[in-house]
């Protein structure tokens, strides 16, 4: 027997009945020889000429030597050795190699020679037709051996009853006897009668066909036996006319070769009766042969010439539309001026011009203040609008020719989303949260994974980055390609690395939903005591296709009945209810019946409120078994005649778990959403959280509806489902958790620094480096979140700014309203006008009327970006010590052009030099790392070196982590002078040759102001908006504010890419900034922060001044 998984040897049979005393390897040429195996899917290949088959490489020097098996074969006189082998489809597996030997003789040389001798036993084939129905080749004798079987032979007797001999037995008996001399039909021989065709005397020499090469007669992909390469001589009439030259008098007709018949077939149809016999394939290839005369059809009237209309004129190019009502004319416009856009514009004319386009589905013109924009909406041919779903917007790169490792790498692509979750009870437009990863790599991912478990600690941010950003069936690949790469299973390994309810989550994310929920069944069910929650939570909200898929799995699971454990665990009225349900058999018919509604909302009414005590079997009847359109319609009727909600009867009659499983029901019949809305504010209200229920709800139903759970609950609760749980549960735990609400794009942290970018780089070539770093140095689009204000007036904003602050308190809201939706440039302008107005300064006024870090942020709201940078570099340095923090935050993220100016504004402001000031109140190199960094000479241009990156890599690797000590000059030299290109280019090289990435070395090399320095410079050139970002989460982290570090950053920031800051935020820290923001701070300087950021308007009313007497 083979090994479990190998492939079974192939076996090699010559066709033939067993006859005593005969050799089995000894056959004759009409002998067919058969291969098979008892593997399924398999091809067979093998030889003829003793070699080893060689499945990928059949020919040797132009020659076919290994040949694959299609059906049985014929082999030539002589001795033949037949070796096979069987492959598996996809070519992995192989069998062991099966040899055999044939001795193989001519079949009809004894009968030529002497017809007296006994080639074929006719009592052999009389036995055969007496005792067996299954028809065999002719086995060939020599007559010693048929002598001496027939001597030795004796007639057995059978106990069995005679049977009668049928006629045509008799008849094949006869026709065996009269055809004893006829010679055996050879292997090539043909039925196609050559008579009529005329050999003549070498004046006619068609083609003849060559003789077959090889030891065997092949066959066709049928079975049949085909000569494939022609006959041999000796085998047509004629042959021997012209000293064995075959000429015929006619062509050779196109398929000269007819399928082949075994010997006793052949006999048996030349017995049937001719006009009753089936038609052969020769017999149809001869009549397909025979055209009929084609019948001519009469001569056909020449088409008349149509007259065109004249080509539509283009519509003449005009400056404006006509307007005024005239919607055709400016179509025309329209219509003109894309035209010519197209005539001028290369790449839009040949992208217009490419595809098909269909109808129109929808147009839109929208009025964007300085100009008009024309949305169309075309269809595809074929596709219905609205069955794919749209991709998410990338960046495009250029495509690259395909390699070898590409091909290689490619994988079946898991399905979008799980089966089961089609499976739900009405097909209403829901969108869940978390969706396919594009860029998904089962393999890639898997060693994330590994490597985030394997040595001291747990990288627990990977793992959710892994889980939380995959579908569920691109999960079920992650776990089947890790068991596969590393032969562990992945729950179990998490099981080992992991704890808590951030264990649970993640062991609820690698199981296929219908596990998922037969699993948490069972743990409701097993043990002491039942989780009633549970069951109800699962059975009540499921469709009959789920349930039924859930019984299934839990017996193929846990080999138990989830009805018998059901009926063990609970009682009364909730069992029946539990096991009405789990019948799975509530109607799914989408039609209503009205009557029907009226009459089961009285039977209702009847069997509760209608009567003393309460009739439960009729609520459970209707409830377990109608379907949603329907019970809707019932709920309907039973509010009329009741002038009660369903809710409010059930609470009055029923209590306990039975109400809990009525309720669910109804609040699931009238929206799903809704009731998983309520079911995560129970979870989290009051002290404690219910963990269990929290994840059990989120990963279930973060794929489905997710979406509309967070709105639900947003009207419910007037909070953000997001901010509930931030505020309730903290770790690991949240951050999974808050992933799978938010949903989005995982974050691309690991491929920009850490084991992540180490890996990536080493997987990829050259080309492709140098493609990351010419992507990663383009001018990244500046999205501010405070833009310059329409309609904007400086006197207006000067006054209501006096306003504000005149008299006994302050307008805080109506500073706000100016200060926070204003640009720079505006401020800057509201500033001087007010100086002119009121002959006061501005900041000033301001600083005498509000206070913490409000103040602080209005003051810096009124400076220039130098101004404001040039004040806080002078209050880190001045007075008792330096905040170096400071320092590196401003001079390590600015641009040459920007250093240069608040040097100026620094001088011109506290008449000193910047430089001196940092020398003096800074030392040892990160002192030299500032002053470096202050003569603004590092390269800005966007070319790089690929050789010089290299050389750059080596250096730093030398004078760190390749000698004892470290020579951190050589670090400044390149950090400071190298343009942001070249470095992204020499991180890539340092990757390669330390296999550790910079900030770790970085790490390990370094301490202090130096290191932070440092780093703020490799992860400004890796992403600006990431660095802040993280700036920022630190201000708030923990206990108190850095407000002075959090109102630093908003100022500096807010007009220049506070989008990008918050997407980098809420990626890496699973919150929104407003959130984390409106948690740490208060009251008006809240607000104005809010404002600064985009997450707040301006208040339509003015709140009254703050005052004593207010």
Same mark, same amino acid.
């Given at each position: 027997m083979p090994s479990a998984g190998a492939v079974c040897p192939p076996l090699i049979v010559p066709v033939r009945r067993q006859i005593p005393g005969l050799a089995t390897n000894k056959?004759?040429?009409?002998?067919?020889?058969?291969?098979?195996?008892?593997?399924?899917?398999?091809?067979?290949?093998?030889?003829?000429?003793?070699?080893?088959?060689?499945?990928?490489?059949?020919?040797?020097?132009?020659?076919?030597?290994?040949?694959?098996y299609t059906a049985p074969f014929t082999l030539k006189a002589g001795k033949r050795t037949l070796k096979a082998v069987a492959v598996t489809r996809d070519g992995v597996r192989e069998s062991d190699v099966m040899s055999k030997q044939f001795m193989v003789e001519e079949a009809g040389r004894a009968t030529l020679t002497d017809t007296s001798t006994d080639c074929y036993s006719t009592e052999e084939y009389?036995?055969?037709?007496?005792?067996?129905?299954?028809?065999?080749?002719?086995?060939?004798?020599?007559?010693?051996?048929?002598?001496t079987l027939k001597n030795k032979r004796k007639p057995k007797k059978s106990k069995s009853p005679s049977r009668a001999k049928s006629p045509l037995r008799s008849s094949l008996r006869s026709s065996l006897r009269t055809s004893?001399?006829?010679?055996?039909?050879?292997?090539?021989?043909?039925?196609?009668?050559?008579?009529?065709?005329?050999?003549?005397?070498?004046?006619?020499?068609p083609p003849q066909p060559p003789m077959p090469e090889g030891p065997f007669n092949p066959t066709n992909y049928s079975g049949t036996q085909i000569n494939v390469w022609g006959a041999p001589p000796g085998s047509w009439p004629g042959m021997n006319a012209n000293n064995g030259a075959v000429t015929f008098g006619v062509p050779v007709p196109n398929n000269p070769y007819p399928s082949q018949t075994g010997f006793l077939t052949e006999n048996m149809i030349n017995n049937c009766n001719p006009e009753s016999r089936h038609v052969t394939v020769g017999d149809i290839r001869q009549m397909m042969n025979k055209r009929p005369k084609a019948i001519e059809e009469p001569p056909r009237e020449p088409p008349k010439a149509i007259e065109l209309p004249p080509a539509p004129k283009e519509p003449e190019l005009q400056a404006v539309s006509p307007g005024n009502g005239d919607f055709k004319g400016n179509i025309r416009h329209i219509y003109a001026h894309m035209l010519? %856009?197209?005539?001028?514009?290369?790449?839009?004319? !040949? &992208?217009? $011009?490419?595809?098909?386009? @269909?109808?129109?589905?929808? =147009?839109?013109?929208?009025?964007?203040?300085?100009?008009?924009?024309?949305?169309?909406?075309?269809?595809k041919p074929g596709v219905p609008r609205g069955s794919l779903r749209k991709p998410p917007k990338v960046e495009t790169k250029p495509k690259k020719p395909p390699t070898s490792q590409s091909?290689?790498?490619?994988?079946?692509?898991?399905?979008?989303?799980?089966?089961?979750?089609?499976?739900?009870?009405?097909?209403?437009?829901?969108?869940?949260?978390?969706?396919?990863?594009?860029? %998904?790599?089962?393999?890639?991912?898997?060693?994330? !994974? &590994?490597? $985030?478990?394997?040595?001291? @600690?747990?990288?627990?941010? =990977?793992?959710?980055?892994?889980?939380?950003?995959?579908?569920?069936?691109?999960?079920q690949e992650i776990r089947k390609a890790f068991k596969t790469m590393f032969g562990k299973d992945l729950i179990e390994e998490l099981k080992s690395e992991l704890s808590g309810h951030y264990l649970d989550a993640c062991k609820g994310l690698l199981m296929a939903p219908v596990e998922f929920d037969a699993y948490q069944l069972r743990k409701a069910i097993k043990g002491l005591g039942t989780d009633e929650d549970v069951l109800i939570e699962i059975l009540c909200t499921r469709s009959n296709a789920q349930i039924k898929e859930i019984i299934?799995?839990?017996?193929?699971?846990?080999?138990?009945?989830?009805?018998?454990?059901?009926?063990?665990?609970?009682?009364?009225?909730?069992?029946?209810?539990?096991?009405?349900?789990?019948?799975?058999?509530?109607?799914?018919?989408?039609?209503?019946?009205?009557?029907?509604?009226?009459?089961?909302?009285?039977?209702?009414?009847?069997?509760?409120e209608g009567k003393w005590g309460t009739d439960e079997s009729r609520f459970n009847v209707i409830l377990a078994s109608r379907s949603y359109p329907q019970l809707r319609a019932t709920f309907d009727e039973y509010e009329k005649i009741s002038k009660k909600k369903m809710e409010e009867a059930l609470k009055s009659e029923m209590s306990g778990d039975l109400l809990r499983g009525m309720l669910t029901i109804v609040r699931c019949v009238r929206n799903k959403a809704a009731h998983f809305a309520y079911q995560l504010q129970k979870t989290m209200k009051g002290m404690g959280t219910d963990d269990d229920t929290l994840v059990r709800v989120v990963v279930s139903r973060c794929e489905i509806d997710m979406v509309q759970i967070k709105e639900e609950f947003q009207k419910m609760t007037g909070q953000t489902l997001e901010q509930y749980i931030a505020d309730d549960i903290s770790g690991d735990y949240r951050n999974v958790i808050l992933a799978l609400v938010v949903g989005g794009p995982p974050p691309n942290n690991a491929s920009k620094s850490g084991k992540g970018f180490v890996e990536a780089v080493k997987n990829k070539t050259e080309e492709e480096l140098d493609e990351e770093v010419r992507m990663e140095s383009e001018d990244v689009k500046e999205d501010p979140t405070v833009k310059p204000a329409e309609n904007f007036n400086a006197e207006s904003d000067a006054e209501a700014l006096r306003k504000a602050m005149k008299g006994f308190g302050?307008?805080?809201?109506?500073?706000?309203?100016?200060?926070?939706?204003?640009?720079?440039?505006?401020?800057?302008?509201?500033v001087k006008t007010y100086k002119t107005m009121f002959g006061k300064d501005l900041i000033k006024d301001l600083e005498g009327e509000l206070s913490g870090g409000l103040k602080v942020l209005c003051r810096g709201l009124c400076m220039s970006p130098e101004h404001f940078d040039a004040m806080c570099l002078n209050k880190a340095i001045k007075g008792l010590g330096?905040?170096?923090?400071?320092?590196?935050?401003?001079?390590?993220?600015?641009?040459?052009?920007?250093?240069?100016?608040?040097?100026?504004?620094?001088?011109?402001?506290?008449?000193?030099?910047?430089?001196?000031?940092?020398?003096?109140?800074?030392?040892?190199?990160?002192?030299?790392?500032?002053?470096?960094?202050?003569?603004?000479?590092?390269?800005?241009?966007?070319?790089?070196?690929?050789?010089?990156?290299?050389?750059?890599?080596?250096?730093?690797?030398?004078?760190?982590?390749?000698?004892?000590?470290?020579?951190?000059?050589?670090?400044n030299v390149i950090l400071v002078s190298r343009s942001y290109a070249q470095l992204r280019a020499t991180f890539q090289e340092y990757a390669k040759l330390a296999n550790k990435d910079i900030e770790d070395s970085l790490k390990s090399e370094m301490s202090g102001d130096l290191l932070q320095g440092m780093l703020a410079i490799v992860r400004c050139i890796r992403g600006k908006a990431s660095h802040f970002a993280k700036e920022l989460y630190k201000s708030m982290k923990g206990l108190g504010t850095d407000d002075d570090r959090l109102c630093r950053v908003i100022v500096s920031r807010c007009e220049v890419d506070m989008v990008q800051i918050k997407e980098e935020f809420q990626k890496q820290y699973k919150q929104t900034l407003a959130m984390f923001i409106a948690d740490d701070i208060s009251g008006d300087y809240k607000n104005l922060c809010l404002a600064l950021i985009g997450e707040s308007t301006p208040k339509a009313e003015k709140k009254e001044k703050k005052g004593w007497f207010s």
């Open positions: 056959i004759d040429t009409t002998t067919l020889i058969e291969i098979t195996t008892e593997t399924p899917d398999c091809k067979i290949y093998f030889t003829s000429d003793g070699s080893k088959p060689t499945p990928f490489q059949r020919k040797i020097g132009g020659r076919e030597v290994t040949f694959k009389t036995s055969f037709f007496e005792t067996s129905d299954i028809d065999t080749d002719t086995t060939f004798k020599s007559s010693s051996s048929a002598s004893q001399n006829r010679v055996p039909k050879e292997a090539w021989a043909s039925s196609q009668n050559y008579d009529d065709l005329g050999a003549e005397d070498g004046r006619h020499s010519e %856009f197209a005539k001028d514009n290369r790449d839009f004319r !040949l &992208r217009v $011009a490419e595809p098909k386009i @269909g109808r129109m589905h929808e =147009a839109k013109l929208e009025d964007e203040g300085d100009c008009y924009r024309v949305t169309l909406v075309m269809g091909f290689a790498g490619k994988k079946k692509t898991p399905p979008k989303s799980d089966p089961y979750f089609a499976m739900e009870t009405e097909d209403l437009p829901v969108e869940g949260t978390v969706k396919p990863y594009d860029k %998904f790599n089962a393999e890639q991912d898997a060693e994330v !994974l &590994r490597g $985030a478990m394997k040595g001291l @600690g747990t990288d627990e941010d =990977a793992i959710t980055n892994i889980l939380a950003y995959r579908s569920n069936p691109q999960r299934k799995t839990y017996k193929t699971l846990f080999n138990k009945d989830l009805e018998k454990d059901i009926i063990g665990d609970t009682s009364g009225h909730l069992k029946r209810l539990l096991v009405s349900l789990v019948q799975a058999s509530r109607s799914d018919s989408k039609e209503v019946d009205r009557n029907k509604a009226k009459q089961d909302a009285k039977a209702l009414l009847d069997a509760g302050t307008d805080e809201q109506a500073i706000i309203d100016i200060l926070g939706y204003r640009s720079n440039a505006q401020r800057l302008e509201i330096t905040d170096e923090q400071v320092l590196v935050e401003v001079i390590c993220t600015r641009t040459n052009e920007q250093i240069r100016k608040f040097k100026e504004t620094y001088k011109k402001l506290y008449g000193k030099e910047l430089e001196e000031d940092v020398a003096g109140d800074t030392s040892g190199h990160f002192k030299r790392l500032l002053i470096g960094l202050l003569q603004a000479d590092r390269d800005e241009s966007k070319e790089f070196d690929r050789n010089k990156a290299k050389q750059d890599a080596q250096a730093i690797f030398e004078a760190g982590e390749k000698k004892l000590g470290t020579d951190e000059s050589r670090f």
